[in-house]
């Protein structure tokens, strides 16, 4: 057990997560979070679901999947070191979204609400580091959605038709 959260806490100091904690913070964040593994194809949560945990991406690929119909389309692609279910979980609105596990040890730390509810009032700090990593991994979600659409566009109308 000591071994593997050394690998997670060595794991998080390279993430961009943590780049300004010490190692002493990173292992107070891993004190909030749990482990979590899923086998290929298990869904880590689903759509209508209101987002009650962030996950964090240790090992593994994740797919967010729309349901078309009973068709599941992906959407994008969670790898190692990426923040998912972060704007259900501060928004509090139902998931639009599948997240499903791309492989047969996918692990993730989860970060449940009420974990995260302490973690701000024990240590704002790393609550704050949290909540930049969420902006910048949902800006990153929203400039990926833009070049895609304008890249359909371009595909639809023609590049410099007037």
Do not use: W
């Amino acid at each position: 057990m000591a071994d593997k959260r050394a690998k997670l806490t060595q794991f998080l100091n390279q993430q961009y997560l943590c780049e300004t904690l010490t190692v002493k913070e990173v292992e107070t964040l891993l004190d909030y979070t749990e482990l979590a593994s899923y086998k290929n194809g298990a869904v880590i949560a689903d759509i209508g679901d209101v987002g009650e945990a962030l996950f964090f991406v240790i090992k593994g690929e994740a797919s967010l999947l729309h349901d078309d119909g009973g068709r599941e389309i992906e959407v994008g692609r969670m790898k190692e070191g990426d923040l998912m279910g972060e704007m259900s979980f501060f928004d509090r609105h139902p998931r639009s979204l599948r997240m499903r596990s791309l492989s047969d040890d996918t692990q993730l730390l989860k970060l449940s609400r009420p974990m995260y509810k302490r973690l701000r009032v024990e240590h704002p700090y790393i609550a704050v580091n949290l909540l930049e990593h969420a902006i910048i991994s949902l800006d990153r979600l929203v400039r990926r959605v833009s070049e895609d659409e304008a890249t359909l566009a371009r595909y639809i109308y023609g590049a410099g038709k007037k």
